[in-house]
């Protein structure tokens, strides 16, 4: 009678398949290597299940026994693997038709989106679009907050429910559109919560301005423990030297990467 795995095959089964979910994640979600992996993980539980499933020869009759409970775990191996790599998330700020045909620099970072967002959800990211717009009320604006209340008082640009206020980039079904009122993509949002729903432990930014939402939420998003990458050509600056001391200073100073949208994901 066949006997069951031992615990070293079952450890070194499990050991194989963790160490590609780790090769998986630090190769950031590369689709070709999903593929490779989403194959594999399917080959180790077939040969797993087939080695733990005992048959009984005494009675003419074969019955499978329960195999260890590590099987139950690995059935399942292909969609942990999905899972664990698919924990990254594109985050695009203030892209909204107002802002990029009233202010020029925010044009210049559409066509690099544009050409990036169809790999990104090809590759199973998470694409999320942050508008600011605040109500037409001013509920949400203090009364000293002279920065906030100049953006309000420019026009309706900066309105809720006006067109304006629209995201500037195609939006599909499975994305996700967050609405702030400050800065930061987090400040005041359910973005985190968003991003803890699906798993997400690393984040993309992009967008404008550079020293604005792209800085505030990139600050926000290492304090909560994200891992930050930052486009380079997918965010923009009124100030052009502003933009590349960002780039070039103060996100690697503070361990985010920073990368071009041509060579992400």
Not at 21 to 29: E, F, L, Q
Not at 198 to 218: E, L
């Amino acid at each position: 009678m066949p006997m069951p795995p031992s615990r070293p095959r079952w450890t070194a089964a499990c050991a194989s398949l963790d160490a590609a979910a780790r090769k998986a994640y630090s190769a950031r979600v590369r689709p070709d290597l999903q593929a490779n992996l989403r194959a594999g993980s399917a080959a180790l539980v077939r040969q797993l299940h087939d080695n733990a499933t005992i048959r009984s020869g005494s009675s003419g009759t074969s019955s499978p026994t329960p195999a260890v409970s590590s099987i139950d775990y690995y059935r399942n191996a292909e969609n942990r693997v999905d899972h664990h790599v698919m924990t990254t998330a594109l985050i695009i700020g203030d892209i909204q038709r107002g802002i990029t045909s009233t202010y020029p620099f925010a044009r210049q970072v559409v066509p690099p989106l544009l050409d990036l967002l169809p790999r990104a959800r090809a590759a199973g990211i998470l694409v999320v679009f942050v508008r600011i717009a605040f109500r037409v009320n001013r509920a949400d604006l203090a009364p000293d907050n002279a920065l906030l209340a100049s953006f309000f008082d420019a026009g309706d640009i900066f309105h809720e429910g006006a067109a304006g206020s629209a995201i500037d980039l195609p939006i599909e079904d499975q994305d996700v559109v967050v609405l702030k009122r400050r800065a930061s993509a987090f400040a005041g949002t359910d973005l985190d919560l968003v991003l803890r729903a699906r798993a997400v432990d690393s984040i993309v930014v992009a967008g404008v301005a550079t020293s604005a939402m792209v800085a505030a939420t990139c600050y926000d998003a290492a304090d909560r423990d994200y891992r930050v990458t930052v486009l380079r050509d997918g965010c923009a600056d009124s100030d052009p030297g502003i933009h590349d001391f960002f780039m070039d200073k103060i996100f690697p100073g503070r361990g985010h990467d920073v990368v071009s949208c041509a060579n992400w994901p």
